[in-house]
């Protein structure tokens, strides 16, 4: 990796070493002397292995054109690694049956091309290039708890945290960590509000969008004789009468991912005979028709995201205090940039 330096301050540290947070980081190393990556979970350690902390992983994720064109842009050849993994790469337009709301989408050669592989096949090659770079500490097992401020509170000048990962940590003593510049990426499950509430700020407000959705996913062998004019399916929901949908895309290893994703109170199980049975009932047989000879090659994983939150920290009165803890201008700058060029 190439860094250009464009030191704007002496340490940054990300709060979580998920997508967001290996991303941010690999901004951050051309504006900061130390970026320090702080995850609750451990990374694998040899090869590309799901995790706890992310576990929405071993569902049906899949790369389109514009996050891959920024991520080859931020880490040059990431996409060649990909392909030597065996990710597949589709054009959506051509090699994608889809139905949507509105009937068969027409089928043409689209130039979009995504790639569909695990998901952590993605965060073990971003993980790997960043463990290299020597400007970048990860810390794993790190569980932060709160965040310092100087005397006035008017910046946040670092983080508390427990170093025995999220389960164990109150175990151990907490720890303080400075630094010019912190960014929340912990996701789903991020405290940022209470943490804001600890050092007296109010929390935002917030918008919560309950779906009580649920995804059930399950690797299958390809069958060797296997012949459709597609490569992948896409059968997407069209809600309020239609409230299930189901994927099927080559994936690694000659694998197809299967997916279901259904609201309660038809959420997916991990029972085989449900599985199948949300696939035979979906508004076309393509799915069912190509995995009912096929071979599993996995159990069924099954995932129920919480809610989805929207918080507005912008439309907090203090929300100009916060430019220490959320750096929009620099991610926006980067984003802007590539925007402009793309
Ligand atoms: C079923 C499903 C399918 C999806 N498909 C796609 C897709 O096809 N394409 C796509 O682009 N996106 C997809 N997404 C979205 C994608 O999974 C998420 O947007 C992405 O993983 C979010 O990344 P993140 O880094 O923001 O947070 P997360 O992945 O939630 O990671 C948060 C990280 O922070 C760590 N953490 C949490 N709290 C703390 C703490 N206090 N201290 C330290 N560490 C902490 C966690 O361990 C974790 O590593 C899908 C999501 C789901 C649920």
Known sequence: MVHVSLARGRHAVVIGGSMAGLLTARILVDYFEQVTILECDRFPTTSPQPRKGVPQCKQLHILLTRGRQIMEELFPGLEAELIDADAAVLDMGADVAWLNPFGWAARFPSGFEALSFSRYILDWLI???????????????????????????????????????????????????????????????????????????????????????????????????????????????????????????????????????????????KNEAEFLESLRNLPSPHIYNAVKDARPATEIGIYHPPGNRLRYYERNVLAASYKDLLPWEILSAHLHRSMDRG
Not at 207 to 220: C, E, F, I, N
Request: proline fraction near 6%; include cysteine.
């Open 127 to 269: 993980y790997r290039r960043l463990s290299q770079v020597s400007t970048i500490q990860i810390l794993e097992s790190s569980f932060v708890t709160g965040l310092l401020t100087n005397s006035n509170k008017t910046a946040v000048t670092g983080v508390v945290m427990r170093r025995r990962g999220r389960e164990h940590s109150e175990s151990v003593q907490p720890e303080e960590l400075a630094a010019d510049l912190v960014i929340d990426t912990s996701g789903y499950s991020s405290q940022a509000p209470n943490w804001l509430k600890a050092i007296g700020y109010d929390a935002p407000e917030e918008t919560v969008v309950t779906t009580s959705m649920g995804y059930a996913s399950r690797l299958y062998e390809i069958p060797a004789n296997f012949q459709a004019d597609w490569r992948g399916v896409y059968i997407q929901a069209a809600p309020p009468e239609r409230t299930s949908m189901g994927v099927l895309y080559p994936i690694e290893n000659n694998h197809w991912i299967v997916g279901v994703c259904a609201t309660a109170p038809h959420r997916p199980s």
